[in-house]
């Protein structure tokens, strides 16, 4: 047993073994919650939401999460075919037989490794997407049309992934023995972009910021956020931009000057209380040091995925473990750019997909602190009024299974924040009691 070869498999066969008895709880769990909750819509939501819109979302729900399976199942069966089952061997040979060890040939390897993969998953993503939502008629369009339209989309996808696939093969060679400082780099930039670089300039610095006008709703957020300790701050508004659904409103500072922003679809439907828990949700990640905790983790993470990853890959008994020829796959001690990129495009989010839950555990351990500093500075009903009335999410339950809800969303679910909010504003009065 003290054999690496062995030990390896071991781990690898464990690890495929978890990936498929997670995924299948989580069909099996969220199946079962969507048929017990069928009938009851949560009571938040009791006044915004109808009997057959709830029953109509907890069907569609169940209908995702059976295709995700299946496309799980795939990527386990092609996981394996490529590895235990010799795969990888025979597209090694393959390509070493036409193009030798060049770049070309680590191109082909990739591009026959992955395509496989990419076509499953576009018939899956035309499944649980367009077609189901026309079935459930959260879309309208005629059905071939939209079919043909996918089809060129996911095509035109596919070019582009496969030029960027090239350039990061040829970036891999580039690094030799430190490829893996190349990825390193990039997933600290991608970290940097998502906690400081992207919301400065796409929120904090928009050039379409305008300032809220001066109305007594602009003075009572004013004192709200001096009571936080942002004294002065500038209040803007701002159309939201594409894409951005972390949070409703932002607060940062710009040139030595708190600003807080707030969108305009959200400052349009909230009340003055909704208001003032919107702005304590927003101050939340400044006092705590959300940004600072998360640009941590995530970079220790990091750190320690790529170079576990770098320490892998240039050991000749992690190929054999895996059924992979280590005399193909290493050039001189170094992993070939083309397996390196097929391993992580088909078997790394198979074999490492239970980080998904650290990496979500974390993510939504800050969500909760969020909720309980804006419960302490706006009170349960306002909170929970605010985060009711901005729940965009008309198609998906809103009784996910506490499983599938931590494999699939880094925040916590609508409903379960509200119950973390009343069981939170509970304790705080059975403290008062005591005291």
Known sequence: MSDPITLTRLSFIVLIGLFLLVRGLMTVTEIHTA????????????????????????????????????SALFGTVLCLLLTLAGGFAHLLHLTDAFWGATTAASFVLAVLAWTPLVAFDGVINWLKGDRLNLTYGYETGDANARLRTHVVRSVAGSLFGFAFLWWGLVLIEAFGRAWWTA??????????????????????????????????????????????????????????????????????????RARFVLFEDTDAVVTDKELEAVAALAAAPVVQHHCRNRTLFFSILAVLVWETLGWLLQSSWFYDALHIPSALSLVNGVPRSGMVVALLLTVLPVALYSLVFVLH???????????????????????????VRLHRDNRNSLTPNPLYSLANHRRPHVTLRVRAVKEAAERLQRDAHRT
């Not at 001066?214 to 159309?239: C, H, N, Q, S, W």
């Open 35 to 70: 048929e017990s909750s069928t009938n009851t819509v949560p009571e938040a939501f009791a006044s915004k939401v109808s009997l057959e819109r709830h029953r109509r979302s907890v069907q569609y729900t169940a209908h995702v999460i059976q295709y995700e399976f299946l």
């Open 361 to 387: 555990g974390f993510t939504r351990y800050l969500a909760y602190a969020t909720d309980r500093f804006a419960l302490a500075r706006a009170g349960e009903d306002a909170l929970i009024d605010a985060i």
């Open 183 to 256: 990825g390193l780099a990039l997933s600290l930039l991608a970290v940097l972009w998502s906690e400081w670089i992207g919301p400065y300039v796409r929120v904090l610095t928009n050039k379409h910021l305008h300032p809220m006008p001066e109305t007594p709703r602009r003075y009572a957020l004013r004192g709200r956020l001096a009571d936080m300790g942002f004294v002065d701050a500038e209040i803007m508004l701002l159309k939201r931009p594409e894409g951005w659904y972390e949070s409703n409103a932002l607060l940062g500072f710009v040139r030595g």
